[in-house]
């Protein structure tokens, strides 16, 4: 299996498929270059999304973040070419959280 079939079966895997991930693994599926980093076992279309959130929620003024959808796809793909470790994810008890929000530094 490529990395690309790889996010493809993790889609088409997820009970609950919203628009926003719609969109964001339809980008994740056309950007090229990507296929070896697809393939990260320790990556998931779930735990992109948590990391996404999070990223909106330290951005949110009054609980409320406009973000730009190019500003998610580059912080899907940033998940994506990180390590856990590097973008501040801990695995506890079979759930993955996001660490401090200060380790959350976007550098793309």
């Known amino acids: 299996m490529d990395g690309y079939e790889r996010i493809k079966e993790l889609y088409l895997n997820l009970p609950n498929k919203d628009n926003a991930l719609i969109k964001i693994t339809t ?60 973008i501040g994810f801990n695995k506890l008890e079979n759930d993955t959280t996001v660490a401090n929000s200060e380790q959350l530094k976007l550098e793309i």
């Open 27 to 86: 980008f994740l599926m056309k950007t090229k270059g990507m296929n070896e980093l697809y393939l990260n076992e320790e990556k998931n279309l779930q735990d992109m999304m948590r990391f996404i959130r999070e990223k909106a929620r330290v951005q949110a003024v009054n609980n409320v973040a406009v973000i730009d959808d190019n500003e998610v796809y580059k912080m899907a793909l940033y998940y994506f070419s990180k390590s856990n470790e590097e």
